[in-house]
């Protein structure tokens, strides 16, 4: 029997049907390579008119690859960036930030996902102590990695503290439109505006086929990232390829009609299962993904069926994802399975 892998990651799901269109348009006759072509031009603009005109936009091939820069642009090896336990940068990268920059990583522990002014301020002792390495910026995810989401108030409070003790603030944007669309806010208002410094933001988890971007707030920070993304392997001969997609998606509320879809499945399942015996919904579900906690023997026959993280073995917790193409149907079926297997 196949394992259905619809929960499993919105990574999973496939290319949106506009995101395919774009491709097909951008493959009509050539184009100048590495950016200089009307494509990229067209992205970059397309960014502007959401993160503002003075937005420094560059376009690269995955998530790892636009933290690694991002972290490049504002930090040397000797400095430090403070994270959550639960960050991509420090669980699910393979060390690439530290490798790739020189950088140790501050990883804090958090309940629910999200730093706080506090949890930055325990790292902040030390500094100018030559054999320390120095914090230089924050990292926070826009969802985090638990599926809650910073509202624009916090994510300006954290903004402040860090430009008070002369620090950058990173964020890590794979699920920004999942963010963006829970707070009813403009992309631009949630991390930019609110004093972020430095954007990781992300397009394949919303429908693309590959395909991210580093967006930098202030342009004299990022002298030298067009040479920074090019020596950490991020610069796309073929770029028009990826800037067709982040056009498309920037374009007529895509971003927002994927994103919107997903969170309000993930809501609909969280409603069809939060009354099961046994089964204990852990973090709230603010974005598109749903945390739980179940019996150990319901968990196990459900992984006969389907495929998805076991975020916390000894708790017996998993995450469930929901993607731009989750249908009110799957959520059903798959609801009627978990409540079946926790019986």
Not at 13 to 41: C, F, M, Q, W
Not at 119 to 132: E, F, K, N, T, W
Not at 134 to 162: D, H, M, N, R, W
Request: aromatic share 6%; glycine share 8%; hydrophobic share 40%.
């Amino acid at each position: 029997m196949a394992i259905d892998t619809t929960f499993g990651s919105d990574n999973h799901s496939g290319i949106h049907p506009r995101i395919l269109d774009a491709i097909k348009e951008a493959n009509s006759g050539p184009a100048v390579a590495y950016g200089l072509d009307a494509h990229t031009e067209a992205a970059v603009a397309k960014f502007r008119e959401h993160f503002g005109k003075n937005a420094d936009v560059y376009l690269v091939f995955n998530g790892t690859g636009a933290n690694v820069i991002s972290i490049s642009t504002l930090a040397r090896s000797f400095n430090a960036v403070i994270c959550s336990e639960h960050a991509h940068i420090n669980a699910d990268e393979c060390g690439a930030p530290e490798g790739a920059t020189g950088c140790k990583l501050l990883a804090v522990h958090t309940a629910d996902g999200k730093l706080t002014c506090d949890h930055i301020a325990r790292h902040l002792q030390g500094r100018l102590d030559q054999h320390r390495a120095q914090p230089a910026l924050v990292s926070i995810t826009q969802s985090s990695e638990l599926g809650t989401v910073y509202s624009v108030e916090e994510v300006k409070a954290i903004a402040a503290f860090c430009h008070g003790h002369g620090l950058y603030l990173h964020m890590d944007g794979a699920r920004m439109c999942n963010a963006a669309a829970s707070l009813s806010k403009g992309l631009g208002e949630i991390s930019g505006a609110a004093g972020v410094d430095i954007l990781s933001f992300g397009g394949t988890k919303n429908g693309l086929l590959l395909g991210e971007a580093v967006v930098c707030f202030h342009p004299e920070l990022s002298r030298d990232t067009l040479f920074i993304r090019k020596q950490k392997m991020q610069l796309a001969s073929k770029m028009r390829f990826i800037a067709a997609q982040l056009t498309a998606m920037l374009s007529d509320d895509l971003w927002l009609q994927n994103a919107s879809h997903a969170n309000l499945m993930a809501r609909l399942l969280e409603e069809k299962v939060k009354d099961i015996p046994g089964l204990k919904i852990v973090q709230p579900v603010q974005a598109n993904a749903v945390f739980a906690s179940l019996p150990r023997r319901a968990l196990d026959k459900l992984l006969e069926k389907y495929f998805f993280y076991t975020w916390d073995e000894e708790k017996n917790e998993v995450r469930w994802m929901c993607s731009w193409n989750t249908s009110e149907q799957q959520i059903s079926d798959f609801a009627a399975t978990i409540r079946a297997s926790c019986l």
